[in-house]
């Protein structure tokens, strides 16, 4: 199937997202596919045999979010020049998250900015990462404050590529899947309490859905003014986990995971939401053995890691929370004595 992506005015793009078996592609320009080595070392053989160039070469780049930083688009970069790619070269994505935005990043500043597309080889990546033009790297004082909106020329999401995808991958990917059903679409998340996603049409079925989900915001609000900002959904907290971490001891989704848990904490506190709806979301996060509990050591330096988030602006916090389940709450300006109080239940003294 395919899901078209139709940005507005004034600067409009279209492109189309196909949820399929990988196609053949051919192209009459110099190629560079960006991967690492353990999607190289299960299916690199599979691109390859479904795609022609000009001139072809892979860059590999090490795995893991740690690695997603401008030290590595340099690397990627170099490689660039090395092969003499020009205007009219073709970026490839070949991977996860890390990889499709480092590489979109990279399309966006070699030359002032050539073409790319993304094939996601994660659920994580085929759900949300690879669909909207986000681009970015992480540094040490957050995860993704370096990037650009830079939107590919297509996407290609093959399920197949999930077949070897570890455990702890594609739970990661399932957070994300809830989060789209939690913020938009109440009957989406009745489906994923009974469904098992690792059911082939069952899985497929929450592809399509959250896809459709993603392009319909995109399509409404590319650069994240308005209704985009809700994606951020459990990310305002999980962020923060993540950067405690040193972007070591969670996957992004399971950091994910983490920040819905602490965002609801958040709702029930404000009345958005009623408990009962709270412990549902967690029930589903735990079905795929999702993280759902984080002890926050220094409660007031928690705190303050929000205010490097891209969300805050003029030194106000931005949550955005659910209003039950399937509709959503942007809240600015909270009480501090408020918040601290929620994150005083994850807290080491709990």
């Not at 990043?105 to 994580?124: C, E, M, N, V």
Request: contains cysteine; glycine residues 6%; proline residues 4%.
């Amino acid at each position: 199937m395919i899901v078209p992506i139709e940005l507005l005015p004034p600067k409009p793009v279209k492109y189309d997202i196909t949820i399929d078996a990988l196609p053949k592609l051919s192209f009459d320009t110099k190629v560079v596919v960006v991967t690492n080595p353990t999607v190289a070392g299960f299916h690199l053989d599979t691109l390859l045999q479904n795609l022609e160039a000009k001139a072809l070469h892979v860059v590999t780049v090490p795995d893991g979010e740690q690695y997603k930083t401008l030290q590595t688009v340099e690397q990627i970069l170099d490689e660039c020049f090395e092969h003499k790619l020009d205007r009219k070269s073709l970026l490839i994505a070949f991977g996860g998250g890390v990889i499709g935005d480092m590489t979109g990043f990279t399309a966006s500043l070699y030359q002032r900015g050539i073409d790319f597309i993304q094939i996601p080889t994660t659920l994580l990546s085929q759900v949300d990462a690879s669909v909207g033009g986000k681009t970015g790297v992480n540094n040490k004082y957050g995860k993704n404050l370096i990037g650009a909106f830079y939107q590919p020329k297509a996407v290609y999401i093959d399920p197949a590529f999930l077949e070897t995808l570890p455990k702890r991958e594609f739970a990661a990917g399932v957070a994300e899947i809830v989060k789209m059903a939690v913020m938009f679409d109440r009957e989406y998340f009745d489906f994923l309490k009974t469904a098992d996603l690792r059911d082939e049409a069952q899985l497929k079925e929450a592809i399509r859905r959250s896809v459709e989900l993603k392009a319909w915001v995109v399509n409404q609000d590319e650069k994240e003014a308005g209704i985009r900002a809700v994606l951020n959904y459990g990310h305002t907290f999980g962020h923060v986990v993540e950067n405690e971490t040193d972007y070591t001891t969670y996957l992004h989704g399971e950091a994910v995971a983490i920040g819905m848990v602490m965002a609801n904490a958040l709702a029930v506190e404000l009345g958005l939401m009623e408990p009962q709806e709270a412990q549902e979301v967690k029930a589903v996060l735990e079905k795929y053995a999702l993280p759902t509990d984080y002890v926050i050591e220094d409660i007031d330096d928690f705190y303050e890691h929000f205010f490097l988030d891209k969300k805050s602006a003029n030194n106000s916090i931005k949550f955005i929370l659910p209003e039950g389940i399937g509709n959503h709450k942007i809240v600015k300006d909270l009480d501090e004595t408020a918040v601290k109080r929620v994150l005083a239940q994850f807290g080491a003294s709990r």
